[in-house]
């Protein structure tokens, strides 16, 4: 079932994913003027960026990047998934509800990754983590209220064929 507005509701459903892709390029900022690397960066290149993830280990023992595939690598391929399903399907309740499901999935994966947690390094300037965090709440509240929408047009309607219902049955039990 579609709502109105279904063409802001499709923007809506990509805004979120693109958004993602795009904070993790966004750089950590430390307090005392070094710069760290995007979490992108920190992840796909890590031989560039052993400056980095050494300073995060001081925060972190035993700090390895591999400890970042669940929380970026698996949430970057589901995101690409869900543009896709989000192209293909429009905004259906589908896509919402894989939409949610990809936020449930995005906030556990970070949530659970002790580098990523709120943390000193977080602290100092981990704003495309915090970012991140609240793009995969908004996907979440994106699909919360796509579904309640759904659900409320599905009650009207429902309400319109039982009232219509009625003055049929009123209208045999007239005649008769």
């Given at each position: 079932?579609?709502?109105?507005?279904?063409?802001?509701?499709?923007?809506?459903?990509?805004?979120?994913?693109?958004?993602?892709f795009?904070?993790?390029?966004?750089?950590y900022?430390?307090s005392?003027?070094?710069?760290?690397?995007?979490?992108?960066?920190?992840?796909?290149?890590?031989?560039?960026?052993?400056?980095?993830?050494?300073?995060?280990?001081?925060?972190?023992?035993?700090?390895?990047v591999?400890?970042?595939?669940?929380a970026?690598?698996?949430?970057?391929?589901?995101?690409?998934?869900?543009?896709?399903?989000?192209?293909i399907?429009?905004s259906?309740?589908?896509?919402?509800?894989?939409?949610?499901?990809?936020?449930?999935?995005?906030l556990?994966?970070?949530?659970?990754?002790?580098?990523?947690?709120?943390?000193?390094?977080?602290?100092?300037?981990?704003?495309?983590?915090?970012?991140?965090l609240?793009?995969?709440?908004?996907a979440?509240?994106?699909?919360?209220?796509?579904?309640?929408?759904?659900?409320?047009n599905?009650?009207?309607?429902?309400?319109?064929?039982?009232?219509?219902?009625?003055?049929?049955e009123?209208?045999?039990?007239d005649?008769?």
């Amino acid at each position: 079932m579609k709502l109105k507005g279904s063409k802001l509701w499709l923007f809506a459903f990509l805004a979120v994913p693109v958004l993602y892709f795009i904070a993790q390029f966004i750089p950590y900022y430390h307090s005392g003027g070094v710069i760290l690397p995007s979490l992108g960066s920190l992840f796909w290149f890590p031989e560039n960026n052993e400056v980095s993830i050494y300073f995060i280990s001081l925060f972190y023992h035993g700090f390895r990047v591999n400890d970042l595939v669940t929380a970026l690598l698996g949430t970057q391929f589901l995101a690409i998934l869900l543009i896709i399903m989000t192209l293909i399907l429009k905004s259906s309740g589908l896509v919402a509800l894989f939409t949610g499901c990809w936020g449930l999935f995005g906030l556990l994966a970070f949530l659970t990754t002790r580098s990523l947690t709120f943390s000193p390094v977080n602290v100092y300037g981990g704003i495309a983590g915090i970012l991140m965090l609240v793009l995969f709440l908004a996907a979440v509240a994106l699909s919360v209220i796509y579904l309640t929408a759904v659900y409320r047009n599905y009650r009207k309607n429902v309400s319109i064929v039982n009232a219509e219902q009625a003055e049929v049955e009123q209208t045999l039990a007239d005649q008769a």
